[in-house]
């Protein structure tokens, strides 16, 4: 049992590691963060701290607002989610900002594609280690969930909200936006029956070995 929870563990944060390594990237890239990450941006612009604190910030109000929704206790690991992922945006960002500084458009749309790739595959990670809930992925099933919509459009009517939250903080808001808005669920779709296949190969036989 606690092989497997280890296992999960590890998983957990190599997903989150190549999550926020995309993230970084499509900040770096100057052409539009994600939606939420565009937020997070716009609040940084406004009144400082660092963006990974502020993801910190937003993400425990987020598990707070739902546990109201819900009307039970907050998510601790949730909560741990959102740290987690805070401390490696800023990580990210303090590594990079001294090697990458993008000069022209060519420059910034290859980060920008890096970006959304990576964070594609870090969601679709972090996904299958089943660890622990990200806080903005649980606002969508509570909506889903108490409004009758699809997650298709419970997600779309977010990210619609947080873009306008963002633009009204000055937000990172541009063409990386909208292509990490069509292109993020499609990359986790086509990765995940891989990263699937590549945990029940190595992950699970090892854990079934011992």
């Not at 660092?50 to 993400?59: D, M």
């Not at 945006?89 to 980060?111: R, Y």
């Not at 299958?128 to 298709?152: C, H, Y």
């Not at 808005?181 to 891989?194: D, E, F, K, N, S």
Request: net charge positive.
């Amino acid at each position: 049992m606690l092989q497997k929870i280890t296992q999960s563990f590890i998983i957990y944060i190599i997903g989150i590691i190549t999550l926020t390594l995309g993230i970084s990237l499509t900040i770096q890239s100057h052409l539009g963060a994600s939606p939420f990450d565009a937020l997070l941006v716009g609040l940084y612009r406004t009144f400082g701290l660092s963006i990974g604190s502020w993801e910190i910030v937003v993400g425990f109000t987020i598990v707070m607002i739902n546990a109201v929704a819900m009307k039970t206790k907050p998510e601790l690991f949730a909560m741990l989610t959102s740290l987690v992922t805070g401390l490696g945006i800023d990580s990210w960002l303090f590594i990079q900002g001294s090697l990458l500084s993008p000069e022209n458009w060519l420059e910034q749309s290859v980060l920008l594609l890096f970006g959304i790739v990576f964070s594609g595959l870090g969601i679709a990670i972090y996904l299958e280690s089943s660890f622990a809930p990200n806080p903005m992925d649980r606002s969508m099933v509570i909506l889903t969930d108490k409004t009758g919509l699809s997650f298709g459009k419970s997600r779309a009517i977010i990210s619609i909200v947080l873009v306008i939250v963002a633009l009204f903080f000055q937000g990172d808001v541009g063409i990386g936006t909208l292509l990490n808005a069509l292109c993020t669920g499609v990359i986790i779709q086509a990765l995940r029956p891989y990263i699937v296949s590549f945990k029940q190969k190595y992950v699970v036989r090892k854990i079934k070995a011992s």
